[in-house]
């Protein structure tokens, strides 16, 4: 079946850091990619569409100097978060769609913590 | 907009059934369904699409009514590894080719020994 690799896994730093989480679909080609924001107990939260080679959109209430996204290649999305602060501090969840009528597949989520 | 999910919760003994509604205000190109265990990321179950049809996945189906905007997973003779949160993410028309998910805030369900 199709996988979807996130590193890291969990991350606990300081105010003020910038942290790269990566995305990575390892058996299919992913011409977009998704994060998510995912707060306890509530519903995934979409924070951008990651399109490779192109500018991600991002949705509403999203800053996009905060959150930096690049998408390489085919196989490889980034998300920045940068300066980040305490409220930063969530489950960051990325997915992968292999083309229409493809299910999302997700990856394992990043536990952002920031001191 | 979020579709919306019923029940929130449910509690279920082991070997009893469950039904999970998801219902759109705006048509449907597609339904996804999946599970989330506390601390993990969601795991797909199963994508229905438009046409309206029926899935099965061992003892878990769903249905997909196109026209009524609405889909339903089926638990059946649920085992205690079916807990989780289940989330309905739904496809509509707008933004053809985006392939955004719009996710509802999810049923969790607990099956009991």
């Known amino acids: 079946g199709a996988v979807v690799s996130q590193h890291p896994s969990r991350v606990i730093c300081k105010s003020g850091t910038s942290v790269k989480i990566e995305c990575r679909s390892l058996?299919?080609?992913?011409?977009?990619m998704f994060w998510y924001r995912q707060f306890p107990k509530q519903s995934l939260m979409l924070m951008a569409t990651s399109n490779e080679g192109s500018k991600a959109t991002y949705e509403q209430g999203v800053e996009k100097d905060k959150f930096l996204i690049n998408h390489a290649s085919l196989t490889l999305s980034t998300l920045t978060v940068t300066s980040a602060h305490p409220e930063d501090s969530s489950f960051y969840i990325c997915s992968a769609r292999g083309g229409e009528d493809q299910p999302q597949h997700f990856g394992d989520g990043t536990r952002l913590s920031i001191l | 907009q979020q579709p919306v999910q019923s029940p929130q919760a449910v509690i279920l003994r082991e070997g009893e059934d469950a039904v999970i509604n998801c219902s759109s205000s705006k048509a449907l190109y597609s339904v996804h369904w999946y599970r989330q265990k506390h601390g993990e990321a969601p795991v797909f179950l199963m994508i229905l699409l438009k046409g309206g049809e029926q899935k099965g996945h061992e003892k878990i189906s769903a249905s997909f009514n196109e026209k009524k905007q609405q889909s339903s997973l089926y638990l059946t003779a649920s085992q205690l590894s079916y807990s989780g949160t289940y989330f309905c993410?739904?496809?509509?028309?707008?933004?053809?080719?985006?392939?955004?998910?719009?996710f509802g805030k999810g049923t969790k369900l607990s099956v009991i020994p």
């Open positions: 058996d299919f080609q992913a011409t977009t």
């Open positions: 993410g739904t496809e509509g028309y707008s933004g053809a080719g985006s392939y955004q998910l719009t």
